[in-house]
């Protein structure tokens, strides 16, 4: 498997191609000032020639590509709804979060997922974005050329990148610092600050207080709040980004570490991913694209550490992200009218040219005339390859019911099985799969017990509506979990 993480800054787009479970290929290249402000991609077309020349000067596909961009505003809440079928979700949503949030409903792309499954309730994690900001990615990203792409948020990224159950993992930028807090193995807090320094050697002590202010800010906010977590002031710090890989080149790694430790007063340490590189790959520089990746690959979590995975996409389900094709006719027909409007404007503007521009007038026509019948020839053409079309599928369908009739009932479960099989999630597996004419029930392995509810949903929108999830068990290794769900009366499909 191949696939690739796109990073967006202020100054700058970070790429990291991920080959297997190891890092393949990385670049970066330097943006112009003011293409990129405040989160906003404000000239989609140049960023977007950026990064398609990034993509060709590492020769990597550009088919498989997570995006993410730094300083993009968000507002998220965690939110408990009780279970209910999928369909239901989106409405509870936005019924619920109208009032929450200072932008209407209309004017935000809405993205959640289940972080926590109770005895009566799904506790959801839920984050809305500007739509003028998704919207200008969405443009940078087809002037890029790429069709299959996802977007993420950043300090979601990099939770992932760290994999803790209680730490604050910050990345220190030159544009933005961003922190998010986790407890407990999930996503308490997300915090992003600005930067407004010129950063240097000389003046990076200054940065320093900036990140230790912002620091405090979260950790008052966290514990001003009553969410009956241990304190977050004791909680482990994990640094990052791009300032400390260029502090890293003058001075040493400990020295760097107790001015941080200096400048906030807490235990702070360097943020090590288990994910395997090359010699001369600087991880500070790619930690947020190393989070992209990993949402992509099995065994995330480190060992011991209890981490749940927040993995969302800001447009599914609001954004085709498949290439588009125009009919012929779309091409030539504007083409006759342009070809009749220049005709007509020619003649009007030099009258005192009869004669001649009569004879151009008849030559213009003539040329019209041709267009048109090849048009024309061209949509019998369409029109013949569309009616063979559909007799080579009216003797399919013919030859599938005479070959189902000749069956009899020996292939009735055929379809049942590709329905289960087709919407198993990502890196997941089945151990066994039983049919009889009441029940279908499905053993397999998951990669977190939360890819079960995902399995549930899947098979719900598919049309099976009786469902139950009859077992999930616990982890021998702390990434593979065994489940056992049930489908009771799947003739019933689709309420047939």
Request: aromatic share 8%; proline share 4%; net charge negative.
């Amino acid at each position: 498997m191949i696939f690739t993480t796109i990073h967006i800054s202020s100054s700058n787009i970070k790429l990291v191609t991920i080959k297997g479970k190891s890092i393949f290929k990385w670049e970066v290249l330097p943006l112009e000032p003011g293409l990129v402000r405040d989160g906003r991609i404000v000239d989609p077309p140049r960023v977007g020639e950026v990064i398609d020349n990034l993509f060709h000067s590492v020769s990597v596909p550009k088919n498989n590509v997570i995006v993410t961009v730094s300083g993009l505003p968000y507002t998220y809440r965690v939110m408990d709804f009780p279970k209910m079928k999928p369909t239901q979700i989106h409405e509870a949503m936005t019924n619920n979060l109208a009032g929450e949030f200072a932008v209407p409903m209309e004017n935000l792309y809405l993205s959640w997922a289940p972080v926590n499954i109770k005895p009566d309730a799904i506790e959801y994690f839920a984050i809305a974005v500007d739509r003028q900001y998704i919207d200008s990615i969405i443009e940078t990203v087809k002037f890029a050329r790429i069709t299959n792409w996802s977007l993420d948020i950043r300090p979601l990224a990099l939770a992932r990148a760290a994999a803790q159950s209680d730490a604050i993992i910050v990345s220190l930028d030159y544009d933005y610092v961003d922190m998010v807090l986790v407890q407990g193995g999930q996503v308490k807090n997300m915090h992003i600050a600005n930067v407004d320094i010129e950063v240097e050697d000389s003046n990076r002590g200054r940065y320093y207080n900036l990140f230790a202010s912002e620091l405090a800010k979260l950790i008052s906010y966290n514990s001003s709040t009553k969410n009956n977590e241990p304190s977050s002031s004791n909680i482990p710090i994990f640094v990052t980004g791009e300032v400390l890989a260029d502090a890293m080149k003058t001075g040493a790694k400990e020295d760097i570490l107790e001015e941080l430790r200096s400048a906030t007063g807490c235990a702070v340490e360097f943020l090590a991913t288990w994910i395997e590189s090359p010699r001369l790959f600087i991880e500070e520089n790619y930690a947020t694209n190393i989070g992209l990746a990993l949402r992509k690959l099995k065994n995330k979590a480190k060992a011991g550490h209890d981490f749940r995975d927040i993995k969302l996409d800001m447009l599914l389900g609001a954004y085709d992200k498949k290439p588009q094709t125009l009919s012929i006719a779309y091409i030539i027909v504007p083409a006759i009218l342009v070809i009749i409007v220049v005709v007509i404007t020619s003649v009007i503007s030099a009258r005192h040219q009869v004669n001649t521009d009569l004879d151009k007038l008849h030559a213009q026509l003539n040329t019209a005339d041709q267009t048109l019948v090849q048009a024309l020839g061209q949509q019998s053409r369409e029109n013949d390859l569309r009616d063979q079309i559909n007799s080579v599928n009216a003797h399919i369908q013919t030859s599938l019911a005479e070959y189902s009739e000749i069956l009899g009932n020996k292939g009735k479960n055929a379809g049942y099985l590709e329905d289960v099989t087709s919407v198993l999630p990502e890196n997941s597996d089945f151990s066994l799969i039983s049919m009889d004419s009441d029940t279908i029930r499905v053993s397999g392995i998951v990669d977190s017990p939360f890819d079960v509810i995902t399995y549930i949903r899947s098979l719900q929108e598919t049309g099976y509506g009786t469902l139950n999830i009859e077992a999930i068990g616990n982890s021998d290794n702390g990434t593979d979990y065994p489940f056992t769900v049930v489908i009771n009366d799947p003739g019933n499909l689709n309420g047939n």
